[in-house]
């Protein structure tokens, strides 16, 4: 009997397999390191955006070659759904229900509006479909962590999902430099405009950067709004595999036993720490700790979505879902600012 065949040993292509992912895996922590220190010296950008940059600027001069794929490919999806359970250390159950209750209406408006308009508007913008929902879902939910989170769901390729978080990242800088303004011209309070930041501005980091220019009597609230936020992730994921399995041939009725098999394991993972951290809360040296190794996963992530960048099928995908990320990223800002006036939540 061979090795291969001895099932108290790992499986011999997996053992075999690990070496070769060294050279992609050096490659994207390169990257993250460097773009972690720009983040640091440009807070305002944080280490997601230089991190896609420097993987896309690579990949148009240099390609990297095959032997870096089996790592890259293993920095852009399992090390990223590990960066995703780790950011539950940051909450706990309680901070989810009253966060969750106090922002829902102005967080289920602005989802609401930013899929359908997606959608719609995308439709009639000819923008190809998986670009629209890359789009819509990280304009709506939570930037790069969404569409890297739906892009497997949805088969989409390395070209969308850089073109999708270039265009993401692009408006988050802008909204950095706008937000502060716009709560300040509204008469808005620390807490009010940590509302409208955590519901409005997508990558976490943006969402600090903004909540600090404001005040940071504004940053703790925003960053729970826009972790809850992060929550919506699940049903949208779900909602997502089902449709995907309809058109690719399946017909039945799907179960609710089938339907959870559909959700992600990380999705999973991250309300479990959420329950953990509830019952034992983590020490905060401990969460500053799972946070910024979380957020250099992320970068780590990004970095390898970049190494895979098409420059060719970016260009042919052209202006329109360019045009689109602003016209969504508009009307979330738009319908967040009015349910806030609506429901009188301003201060």
């Known amino acids: 009997m061979t090795a291969s065949g001895d099932p108290s040993r790992p499986p011999r292509s997996l053992v075999a397999s690990l070496p070769g992912r060294v050279p992609g895996l050096l490659l994207c922590v390169a990257i993250a390191a460097a773009a972690t220190v720009v983040g640091v010296f440009a807070p305002v950008v944080g280490p997601a955006l230089p991190a896609i940059v420097i993987g896309v600027v690579w990949a148009v001069v240099r390609r990297p070659g095959a032997r870096f794929a089996p790592g890259i490919a293993t920095a852009t999806k399992p090390l990223l759904q590990l960066a995703i359970v780790l950011l539950g250390a940051r909450m706990s159950l309680t901070q989810v229900a009253a966060v969750g209750l106090e922002s829902l209406p102005v967080m289920l408006s602005s989802l609401v509006v930013c899929l359908v308009a997606a959608w719609l508007i995308g439709r009639a913008m000819r923008v190809e479909r998986n670009l629209r929902v890359l789009i819509g ?9 969404a569409i890297a989170a739906v892009a ?14 270039s265009a993401i990242f692009l408006f988050n800088v802008a909204a950095v430099l706008i937000f502060p303004w716009i709560g300040h011209a509204l008469g808005y309070d620390p807490h009010t405009f940590g509302l409208l930041a955590g519901t409005a501005v997508n990558d976490t ?7 600090s220019v404001f005040g940071t009597a504004a940053l ?3 960053i729970v709004v826009k972790l809850v936020r992060t929550l919506a992730l699940i049903p949208i994921t779900i909602g997502l595999s089902v449709v995907e399995a309809r058109r690719n041939g399946g017909t039945e009725r799907m179960r609710p036993w089938q339907v959870l098999r559909l959700v992600p394991w990380f999705l999973i993972g991250f309300l479990l720490v959420v329950v953990v951290n509830t019952i034992v809360p983590l020490p905060p040296p401990a969460v500053d700790v799972l946070s910024t190794l979380a957020t250099f996963l992320i ?24 045009v689109l ?5 508009a009307l979330v800002t738009l319908t967040s600012i009015g349910t806030i006036q609506l429901f009188g939540m301003n201060g």
Do not use: K, M, Q
């Open 137 to 145: 879902v990280g304009t709506g939910i939570c930037g790069a962590s």
């Open 152 to 165: 497997p769901v949805i088969g989409a390729a390395a070209a969308e999902v850089s073109y999708a978080v």
């Open 205 to 211: 980091s943006s969402v600090v950067a903004a909540a």
């Open 220 to 222: 703790g609230f925003a």
């Open 299 to 322: 970068a780590t992530a990004l970095a390898g979505i970049g190494l895979t960048t098409n420059a060719g099928a970016i260009r042919r995908a052209g202006w329109r879902p360019l």
């Open 325 to 329: 990320g602003a016209v969504l990223w």
